[in-house]
């Protein structure tokens, strides 16, 4: 395709630039070569226009590309070549029986494709066709959005969306700002704050855009959305002789605007176009499409693959076998054969294509046809399914990948991420750690533990110095915007008229809704307004918070943004005594040790302790900067920042040595809840066979405990660790010591627990040993992961020997890179974005729906799909043998059984429509018993249904049907000549119509015993395969034709139907044909749970649901408290510290539980011990 691709695009007038970055002049002026060389322009550079091109087709290309597409399929391109030498040879059958089912089937294709690049087109008009203001020689000139170009200054106004993707100028916004929504980029439908450069806020008029000299240099196009980088680069006045580089301004994502995002509560924006038409990040985005390729379809080539084998089988022993009878002397005598004793080549290649000819629907035509079809309005009912739409929000299931449906039936090892999959993602502040000491917050009060125990807390009264530093540096330190309520929405616009003041700032009600991208810091700003200390907004970098009443000023100076490598985000903030102040708030792995001050054990020992609680942790730092350090500073960073090689790399660096010699404040712990039905889920799942693994960047202890509370861990369950491994051969002296510990012990329950340091090690160098500790091992946590390392995971999973099926599920930006590399991606409608949800395969709202999605969804439509594809092999094993046998019976002349008519309808008409509505209904049980008797799933994994010994089966069967078929015919033939009312003898034409006749009817009554779940529009189109057939064969058989060529038909079906002797073989033969199938139903409904029938007697998925009851009846009483989890640490040997053990202790307790006194005090005992 890469030929095609580079073909259609030099058709579309692309041209990918090739260098590696790309200057941009603002307006498209014409610079002085002065100017040029400052800026790096280069005057050959052509970019891309604006057309929006979503269409696949056009009008020139749509015939060649279509069908080029087309017969890049197996079936497709067979039944060409068969067509093509039906043409070229003298045919034994009419050349329409292949041609025309072919191109029956292209057409149908084509008419659908075609349709739906009409569409996009109409689409594309609409967009490329829409009017936008564009500033041009100092005025507003509207253009069609197609027409713009790179560089050109485009003001779009309040609600209307982006045509292309901007660097943001000016605002309407004295402090630069806009207010913008992604969802049709990312899904996400909370505002978004970007800001325009402070050198080109002031850029409001016309006159002034005109005026303005400067050019911007950006990287090319790429489809990352969370990616910018750029540097703005400002002149002096353009009539100058000597010009000289004024200003350089790196530009990052919060300065750009991209194509699909809307503007909101703006008045208006002026921005430079850098990325235009296909190179915008929406047009590159919906280039990614999925290569995953189901289980089925990769047998189903196998299948394909084998046929075509038995196909020259047939041919080459038939050519043969034909030569060899025809130079024996029992043909030499029949003279009226005129028989050749000579083999010419031309003669034998004639006799070889033939055979292909009348042989080659063994090869099923449609499908593939039948198998899209079945699969696109099969996702339709995933998305119908009512008990999957989020009963909160109202979101429902989506399909992005239907190709993928019966690979929900196959998952055998699943990866979940934990915050906001396994939890809520709504964060509550609970407990905190400050200058040594444990506090707890309740309903806006704060409480300090009178010891390290904190088993009693005492409320605070008074806030010292530590307690105000640490909350007033949490109000600080993040990136939250202030909402207005609805009420006050008017004053909610941004106005442009001079002296305009923001009402976000100053009103004295703190009825605010805080808008954070991250909920934990969402979470920490609450908890400061209930404890007295209000955020109420940032105006041209001033920050107001109210501290207990007392309204101060401080000056948000830079900010230096979080990312997943860091693991923490800082402000450099002026306090109103002109102090400057670093607050650094992360993960205390990447916080701690760049701390050298502060209680830095106490607090690391509360972080762990409030892990065991399950509480997600961050550490809090700060470190006051000189004028001059921070000048230094700045410098070096802004130099960073306009980089265009390895900028992150450099900016990180920059980052770090501004983020040290820091004073640890405290930490935080914030509790996440789980969400309903997430443990009952998790047992389902393991019960049904299937392996979880949880991946999660928490702390080893918190991801523990939320394993034990979820049920993950079990009790009696044997934990291995892999944790703290400083170097891979120390990696490998413990896998080798877990490795001997599960041989000694091979019926024991494992469970395994690895950080991402120790996996980075043993993946590096030990991936095989990796791989052998973790297959057996029934349930795996891997904590501290960073994005790229769950999917490595992901990747050594796939990699065992028995190439399990596995599934990825999560939420988040950081769950993209395990969800794109596993079999099945899965998304969850999270708070975190909506990245997962468009890079997945399928996505939902609520964990617990996974449950029904593989239990009940991924069964059915596995079931469905492999009896679709085995039946239609099946039916044409069953059609064509019959045409082998008479070829034997005939002497191998080649001439056909099957009458044009029948050759050419049987795939497409005849037996095509009962198999499509029963791969679209067809329930072999109900979504009860799939619930309840979870052996069901792991029955049909491992592709049993479609294993060589199914399909060998099905082959073995259609075999008997048509030996029953042909040679009931033979014997009813040569036993007594059937003659029909007038005592007319039944010719040849007769005998291979019955034998159509048995084929159909026998095939059609298989699918009816295949059903377990007969709906009337499957019992309809049976009568109609059965009927409809008999009816267009009637009429068929009324009238001579010339066209049609039928005149040797002419009423034999009503000749032959009159006959007893022909009724009688058609109910017997039928009967006898399908016994073997009636009494292999009946076996498999009794031993082996599943087929016609369904066991009522105690089946061991009947067992199996009386013990996940108990486990449900202990997880409810262990939240409701009536039982305590103990976790214990143990190990034989006080060497073996990296392998140690964890067992789950579960003892009852009372069911009451003391209420908390606030005037006395409060009692808190954790639940949850962890000896370490």
């Known amino acids: 395709m890469g030929w095609m691709n580079h073909l259609d695009r030099l058709i579309r007038g692309k041209q990918t630039p090739l260098v590696r970055n790309r200057t941009i002049n603002i307006g498209r002026k014409v610079h002085s070569p002065l100017e040029n060389a400052l800026s790096g322009t280069s005057r050959g550079e052509v970019f891309v226009d604006n057309r929006v091109v979503s269409a696949k087709y056009t009008i020139w290309n749509f015939i060649p590309k279509n069908l080029f597409e087309q017969f890049r399929r197996i079936a497709n391109f067979y039944f060409l070549c068969i067509a093509i030498i039906q043409m070229s040879i003298d045919s034994p059958v009419n050349p329409a029986t292949s041609s025309l089912p072919l191109v029956f089937v292209i057409t149908v294709t084509a008419i659908k494709q075609g349709y739906e690049d009409w569409l996009r087109h109409r689409n594309d008009r609409e967009v490329n066709l829409r009017l936008v203001d564009v500033v041009h020689q100092g005025s507003i000139q509207q253009v069609q959005s197609q027409n713009i170009h790179v560089g050109d200054i485009v003001r779009v106004k309040r609600d209307e969306s982006f045509p292309c993707d901007l660097v943001l100028v000016s605002t309407s916004n004295n402090e630069g700002k806009c207010y913008i929504t992604t969802a049709n980029l990312d899904g996400e439908t909370n505002l978004k704050t970007h800001y325009s450069p402070k050198e080109t806020r002031q850029l409001k008029t016309t006159e002034q855009l005109s005026a303005f000299s400067a050019c911007i240099e950006c990287q090319n196009p790429t489809p990352d959305l969370y990616k910018f980088m750029g540097t703005l680069k400002i002149f002096g006045d353009a009539d100058i002789e000597n010009p000289q580089l004024m200003t350089k301004v790196s530009l990052g994502l919060e300065n750009t605007l991209f194509r699909g995002a809307r503007l909101k509560d703006t008045e208006f924006i002026y921005g430079c176009a850098v990325y235009t038409g296909q190179d915008t990040k929406m047009a590159q985005n919906s280039k990614l499409t999925s290569n995953k390729f189901s289980t089925v379809e990769k047998t189903m080539n196998m299948f394909l693959l084998f046929f075509l084998s038995i196909l020259v089988i047939e041919i080459s022993v038939c050519t043969a076998l034909k030569y060899k009878m025809w130079f024996s002397p029992t043909i030499a005598d029949a003279w009226y054969l005129n028989a050749n004793h000579s083999a010419p080549v031309r003669d034998v290649l004639q006799d070889v294509f033939s055979f292909l000819v009348v042989f080659n629907y063994i090869i099923p035509i449609s499908l593939y046809v039948t198998l899209e079809m079945q699969k696109f309005i099969g996702s339709l009912f995933f998305a119908w399914d009512e008990e999957l739409r989020c009963p909160i929000t109202g979101e429902i299931p989506i399909c992005n990948s239907s190709d993928l449906n019966e690979e929900l039936g196959q998952v055998q090892y699943l990866f979940t991420d ?37 088993r009693h807390f005492n409320p605070v009264h008074h806030f010292t110095g530590y307690l105000e530093e640490f909350f007033v540096g949490l109000a600080l330190c993040h990136t939250v915007q202030v909402s207005i309520p ?28 805080y808008q954070a991208s991250s909920p934990d810091e969402k979470a920490l700003v609450e908890a400061c307004r209930r404890l007295g200390i209000v955020f109420h907004g940032e105006e041209d970098g001033l920050i107001r918070l109210t501290v207990f009443g007392q309204d101060r000023y401080y000056r948000r100076l830079q900010v230096l943004e979080f990312d997943s490598d860091r693991k923490r985000m800082s402000t450099i903030v002026l306090f109103p005594d002109d102090s400057i102040w670093l607050v650094c ?14 209680p830095i054990n106490q607090t690391l020992e509360h972080i762990n302790d409030y892990a065991l609680l399950g509480l997600r942790t961050l550490a809090v730092s700060a470190r006051r900067l000189t004028s001059d350090q921070y000048a230094d500073m700045m410098e070096k960073l802004n130099e960073a920042r306009q980089v265009m090689v390895d900028r992150e790399l450099c900016v990180s660096r920059i980052f770090d040595f501004i983020e040290s010699d820091m004073t640890l404040l405290g930490a935080t712990g914030v509790e996440d809840q789980l969400q309903d039905g997430v443990a009952e889920t998790l047992e389902a799942l393991r019960a049904a066979g299937i392996k979880i693994w949880v991946l999660t960047g928490d702390k080893l202890e918190t991801a523990i405990n939320i394993a034990y509370s979820c049920g993950h861990f079990k ?16 990696c490998q002296e413990t896998l080798w010591r877990l490795r001997r510990r599960i041989w000694d012990e091979p019926i024991q329950n494992f469970g395994f627990v690895v950080d991402g340091e120790s996996l980075a090690h043993s993946l590096k160098e030990h991936r095989q040993l990796l791989s052998e500790v973790c297959s057996h091992c029934n349930t795996v946590v891997c904590c501290r992961m960073s994005p790229i390392q769950k999917a490595e995971v992901v990747k050594v999973v796939k990699g065992f020997s028995s190439k399990p099926i596995t599934a990825a599920i999560g939420d988040g930006a950081n769950d993209v890179s395990m969800i794109q590399e596993a079999h099945v991606g899965i998304g969850i409608m999270g708070k975190e974005g909506r990245q997962a949800v468009r890079c997945s395969d399928f996505a939902f709202a609520r964990f617990r729906f996974l449950r029904r999605v593989l239990l009940v969804h991924g069964h059915w439509y596995y079931w469905r799909v492999s009896t679709l594809v085995q039946y239609f092999f099946y039916k044409n094993i069953t059609f064509i043998t019959p045409a082998v046998f008479f070829a034997i019976f005939s002497a191998y002349s080649t001439q056909p059984i099957y009458d044009t008519f029948f050759l050419t309808f049987y795939n497409i008409f005849f037996t095509s429509w009962p198999i499509l509505i029963f791969g679209l209904l067809e329930q072999n049980f109900t979504s009860r018993q799939l619930l309840e008797n979870l052996h069901l799933y792991r029955d049909i994994t491992n592709n049993a249904r479609m294993s060589w010994f199914q399909f060998f089966k099905w082959t073995l069967l259609g075999l008997w049907h048509s030996v029953v078929i042909f040679f009931g015919c033979i014997l009813l033939w040569e036993s007594e000549t059937p003659f029909d009312s007038r005592g007319l003898i039944l010719d040849f034409w007769s ?18 015993l295949q059903s377990r779940h007969w709906t009337a529009p499957f019992v309809i189109s049976i009568l109609l395969s059965v009927f409809g057939f008999m009816g267009l064969t009637f009429l068929y058989c009324l009238f001579s034709v010339d066209a049609l060529n ?58 199996l649901k009386q013990q996940l009851d108990r486990t449900f009846s202990l997880l409810s009483q262990s939240r409701s408290g009536k039982l305590q989890v103990t976790l214990d640490q143990t190990a034989s040997n006080p060497n073996m510290h990296q392998s ?26 954790s639940t949850t011990t962890y000896r370490h």
């Open 991 to 1008: 005998f291979g119509t019955l034998v159509y006749n048995g084929v159909i009817v026998v095939v059609s009554l298989k699918l009816v």
């Open 1046 to 1103: 039928n005149g040797p038909l002419k009423w034999v079906y009503m000749n032959m139907l009159s006959t007893g002797p022909v009724w009688l073989f058609i109910v017997f033969g039928v009967v006898v044909a399908l016994l073997p199938d009636i009494l292999i139903g009946v076996w498999e409904a009794y031993s082996a749970g599943e087929g016609v029938l369904v066991n009522q007697r105690c089946t061991p998925g009947q067992a």
């Open 1140 to 1165: 140690a053990s964890y067992e789950l202790r579960v003892h009852r307790t009372n069911a009451r539980r003391t209420s908390a006194r606030l005037n006395g005090g409060i009692n808190a005992e």
């Open 418 to 454: 934990k915050t906001g999959t396994l939890t809520e993602n709504n964060m509550e502040f609970r407990q905190c750690s400050i200058a040594g000491l444990k506090h707890m917050e309740k309903e806006g009060d704060l409480f300090a533990a009178l010891d390290n125990s904190a």
């Open 585 to 598: 708030k992360g993960a205390e792995s990447t916080i701690v040790p760049n701390c050298i001050v502060g």
């Open 715 to 730: 009790r009696g369950m044997q934990l291995l660790t892999l944790t703290a491994q400083t170097s891979p051969a120390e």
């Open 486 to 513: 609805t009420s006050s929405k008017r004053e909610e616009v941004v106005s442009s008229l001079p002296g305009y003041v923001n009402n976000t700032f100053h009103p004295d009600h703190f009825d605010y809704t």
